[in-house]
């Protein structure tokens, strides 16, 4: 009773919120079975650190990455829309997209994981650069196939360095691509390492 | 024992019917303050939303979309232009104050989504556009320098979107042109949030669009006559006169034509009310029969009677309606959200303004609508006949 009394005096008195700007599929059904063959249903949830764990699980997340969190956009409270990806009432496999900042505007990067934690495929939805096309191009994307979160630990987003002979220094960018390869690959370390916090820790404990 | 205190203990004989009555009561009362705090609320809201846009008028070339909205509904394509000269026209009218050029332009950029989006930028003049829009507030940043800047002015959501801050550059896409960010505004809640702003002449540069403009937003001065002066911009030739107060009337008209159903839905539960009223008076009325006619046969007169069982019934609506009222204060935003959900259009702010004089006036219509149905429970009250009253009593 206390917690619905709360909850209404939180609704009918609380100054209108603005949430931070998330990043969803435009058309989930369509992009869940392009990226996901043989599922057959998912599953919409919206997670986020805020609400996942707050400031510890932010400092964590930035250490794991090895860059901080920055910006006007790249805060807590950032909704993160997570898809459980169905074939018949299991779940095979998870859809999960970040924004990040590119040189000339946001980027969207989504990874199609199964449930080992293995990237099934990797999709730039939104972006905006002089090598868009070449870093949209499946050829680009079909690099990031077969790689996990263990192949881009050592990967150093700041410098934007990767170990010699590890699977991110394989990662071949567009020539024009610049900085925005670089930020391709912060958002596919970042994407993976909210994925691993957000579903395959806790599914661990 | 005063005839309140008489009146208020009568009412706690029958603690149950009388919470029901101021129930019933309550809600009309909820009804009729939310619809009329909802009235103001929204004419409220649609003045405000209009004198937001800073200008009364806005002028375009006949059939051009003159929203980014409709642009981008439109593929990015059906843009009309008309001439530069137009705003030495528009200014040679005496009722125009200050007037502001615009050029949208739309272009197709292939790699937003699974088949291409339209991005959408509106120039706009660096003297004259600022002061129209004077609730504008930045959150980084400032206006540009000039209009031959290649500088950009970002809307908050378009900001955010785009992950932008000062500094920051932008590409237009096909162009393979930079652009600087100098300005990040404040959320405003208007269609502005999603707007990029580049100064005039290098959209016109950009876009090879030179003396050409889609839009020109007028600022009239504040005794002239609007209708006058749009009368005659009709006369120019390809152009299509926007008349903000014309989008409100319609607006209005529209919400109008529901509010008489709604508020005839409110009277409805109005008498509803009153007739709950009536019911719980006249059977307290009936039980007490017997009490009526010893208390007369006391003494007291068929006036003493009368403002006694009229006493109740102001108790009743007096209660009843404040609750109704506190109510619908505590629910405003609830309600609010419930007619944004429903309403096609809804203007930014709060939709159900609820002061003084409309909680007031609703109270006021309660109490009056309750004394007034309480008036016959009160007069066949007092015309009871003491012997009479008692005697039925000792038969039964």
Redesign the interface.
Request: net charge neutral; aromatic share 6%; proline share 3%.
């Given at each position: 009773m206390k917690k619905i009394f709360l909850a209404l005096t939180a609704?009918?008195l609380s100054a209108p919120a603005?949430a931070?700007?998330g990043c969803d599929l435009?058309?989930p059904d369509?992009?869940v079975a392009r990226l996901f063959p043989g599922s057959t249903g998912y599953r919409t949830r919206y997670v986020s650190i805020k609400g996942s764990g707050g400031q510890p699980l932010l400092e964590r997340v930035e250490t794991r990455l090895g860059d901080k969190f920055k910006?006007?956009?790249?805060t807590m409270d950032v909704p993160y829309t997570l898809y459980d990806i169905y074939k018949g009432k299991e779940v095979i496999g998870y859809i999960h997209g970040v924004?990040?900042?590119?040189?000339?505007?946001?980027i969207q990067v989504f990874l199609a994981l199964d449930r080992a934690g293995l990237i099934k495929s990797f999709y730039?939805?939104?972006?905006?650069?002089?090598a868009?096309?070449d870093l949209?191009a499946r050829e680009f994307g079909s690099q990031f196939a077969g790689l996990a979160l263990k192949d881009f630990e050592a990967y150093d987003p700041v410098a934007a360095k990767a170990l010699p002979g590890s699977a991110p220094e394989k990662i071949k960018g567009p020539a024009k691509a610049g900085k925005d390869f670089a930020a391709v690959l912060r958002a596919v370390k970042k994407n993976l390492i909210l994925l691993d916090e957000f579903v395959f820790s806790k599914k661990e404990k | 024992m005063n005839v309140y205190a008489i009146a208020y203990k009568n009412l706690l004989r029958k603690k149950t019917r009388t919470a029901l009555t101021a129930g019933g009561i309550m809600l009309s009362a909820w009804v009729l303050a939310t619809l009329l705090g909802f009235n103001k609320g929204y004419q409220q809201g649609l003045n405000r939303d209009i004198d937001n846009m800073g200008f009364q008028v806005l002028l375009t070339a006949k059939g051009c979309p003159y929203e980014a909205a409709t642009l981008m509904l439109k593929g990015g394509t059906g843009l009309r232009y008309m001439p530069e000269s137009v705003v030495k026209t528009v200014f040679q009218n005496p009722e125009v104050e200050k007037v502001t050029p615009m050029l949208m332009h739309g272009v197709f950029?292939?790699?937003?989504?699974?088949n291409g989006a339209v991005a959408a930028y509106l120039g706009v003049d660096a003297q004259s556009f600022p002061p129209m829009k004077p609730y504008l507030e930045f959150?980084?940043g400032g206006w540009f320098g000039s209009n031959t800047a290649l500088e950009a002015v970002m809307g908050y959501?378009a900001?955010?979107?785009?992950?932008?801050?000062v500094g920051d550059?932008?590409?237009i896409?096909g162009l393979?042109q930079?652009i600087t960010v100098v300005g990040?505004l404040k959320?405003s809640g208007t269609q502005d949030d999603g707007t990029i702003f580049l100064p005039i002449t290098a959209v016109q540069k950009l876009f090879n669009r030179e003396g050409l403009l889609t839009g020109l937003g007028i600022k009239v001065k504040k005794e002239a006559d609007i209708s006058a002066l749009e009368n005659r911009l009709y006369d120019l030739p390809d152009v299509q006169v926007v008349s903000m107060a014309q989008v409100k009337t319609t607006i209005m008209n529209l919400v109008n034509s529901a509010r008489v159903i709604v508020m005839g839905i409110a009277g409805i539960a109005l008498i509803i009310a009153m007739a709950g009223v009536i019911n719980t008076i006249l059977m307290s009325v009936m039980e007490r029969y017997a009490e009526i006619g010893i208390i007369k046969s006391m003494g007291a007169m068929p006036l003493d009677v009368f403002k006694m069982i009229w006493m109740e019934t102001a108790i009743l609506c007096g209660l009843g309606g404040a609750a109704g009222i506190l109510l619908s204060a505590?629910?405003?935003?609830?309600s609010e959200a419930a007619v944004r959900y429903f309403l096609p259009y809804a203007p930014n702010g709060a939709l159900i303004a609820l002061d003084g004089q409309i909680t007031g006036f609703a109270f006021l219509l309660i109490v009056a609508g309750g004394l007034l149905s309480g008036v016959y429970p009160a007069w066949r009250a007092a015309r009871v006949r003491p012997l009479e009253a008692i005697r039925i009593e000792g038969e039964q």
């Open positions: 609704l009918f603005f931070a700007v435009n058309d369509r992009d910006g006007l956009y790249e924004n990040q900042k590119g040189e000339y505007g946001g730039i939805q939104k972006l905006t650069s002089r868009a096309r949209r | 950029d292939p790699n937003k989504g699974e959150k980084q959501e900001a955010e979107l785009e992950t932008r801050e550059k932008l590409l896409p393979d930079e990040v959320r505590v629910t405003a935003r609830l």
